[in-house]
T-cell receptor
């Protein structure tokens, strides 16, 4: 299956700062999904992007899918302590292989 | 629906023992995935099934690992014999169709001593 690379591995921010994580694939993806895993929890689906160049927003979260459908990003504006967790992308054909994830910590 | 149900939630076993992890997917879901999560290796796909048939088991570490799905409502992941390096959290996930959101179980935390 395809491999997706995710950066950065860790990100520590002050509450109120912005945060971005990036996901890259060497092959074109049919779609991409983003998940969030709280500490001690399980991954929970956030969103799916399907179209080239697609942008979706969920409150302070903005998701983008690249024009070539090989990369994606998740941007959080004005982080809050509730944003703490690990954010994963999954390049989604029929299998569902996850990137390494970006662990976000937020200092109050 | 109660969601994806995994059992046990925690398992501590001695090296060399057989371990069986269980998963009940959401009713109607035709895809089932097994993952292993560790700090070093992240969230690894071990195997996935479609309509109870194993499609890709290339992520299964070695012959000590085996997975079955005898029917649409039950799957097992077996490790025999277990080793300390198998210690991890094992997640099961299910979804309907090929490109929909996946629902994860609470996971089984396995410790092999």
């Amino acid at each position: 299956g395809q491999q997706v690379m995710q950066i950065p591995q860790y990100q520590h921010v002050q509450e109120g700062e912005d945060f971005t994580t990036y996901c890259n694939s060497s092959t074109t993806l049919s779609n991409i999904q983003w998940y969030k895993q709280r500490p001690g929890g399980h991954p929970v689906f956030l969103i799916q992007l399907v179209k080239s160049g697609e942008v979706k927003k969920q409150k302070r979260l903005t998701f983008q899918f690249g024009e070539a459908k090989k990369n994606s990003s998740l941007h959080i504006t004005a982080t809050q302590t509730t944003d703490v967790g690990t954010y994963f992308c999954a390049g989604n054909n029929n299998d569902m292989r996850f990137g390494a994830g970006t662990r976000l910590t937020v200092k109050p | 629906d109660a969601g994806v149900i995994q059992s046990p939630r925690h398992e501590v076993t001695e090296m060399g023992q057989e371990v069986t992890l269980r998963c009940k997917p959401i009713s109607g879901h035709d895809y089932l995935f097994w993952y292993r999560q560790t700090m070093m290796r992240g969230l690894e796909l071990l195997i996935y099934f479609n309509n109870n048939v194993p499609i890709d088991d290339s992520g299964m570490p070695e012959d000590r690992f085996s997975a079955k799905m005898p029917n649409a409502s039950f799957s097992t992941l077996k490790i025999q014999p277990s080793e300390p390096r198998d210690s991890a959290v094992y997640f099961c996930a299910s979804r309907t169709g090929g490109s929909t959101e996946a629902f994860f179980g609470q996971g089984t935390r396995l410790t092999v001593v």
